[in-house]
């Protein structure tokens, strides 16, 4: 049997902004991987328009709005799946890194520019 989708029943909005830090997770640009073996991300991205860019991916800004929104850092960091300090510091756990909720085709769509 295949392991549930999204087993710790996250919101839409705290699902997407996982989705977002999971991605942000995987270009040495914006992460570094701890001895923990957690990653650290060094930025965020930063809108322009309706949408931003993460590697060669394009995320609309209306599924990104939990980045900026510290009760959907909570909940994650409650979870196990970060460590953070709103609005700036976030390490995704090894939890986190493999979480499975199910939205990352729906948010991250391949770049046109």
């Known amino acids: ?5 999204n087993p710790l029943k996250l ?3 705290q699902a997407k902004t996982l989705v977002l830090f999971q991605e942000l ?4 640009e914006t992460a570094s991987l ?3 073996g957690e990653v650290f991300l060094s930025s ?4 322009h328009g309706n949408h931003f860019h993460i ?3 394009v995320v609309s800004s209306s599924d990104a709005t939990g980045l900026e929104n510290p009760n959907v850092w909570a909940v994650l960091e409650r979870k196990g ?5 709103f609005p700036g510091a976030v390490a995704i756990t090894p939890l986190g890194l493999e979480y499975d ?7 991250l769509h391949g770049s046109d520019h």
């Open 34 to 36: 701890l001895q923990s």
């Open 81 to 85: 799946l970060i460590r953070g300090n």
């Open 25 to 28: 997770a995987r270009h040495p």
């Open 55 to 57: 590697g060669h991916k």
């Open 101 to 107: 909720t199910g939205l990352s085709s729906q948010i």
């Open 11 to 13: 919101n839409a909005l």
């Open 1 to 5: 049997m295949p392991p549930r989708v």
């Open 44 to 47: 965020l991205p930063k809108p």
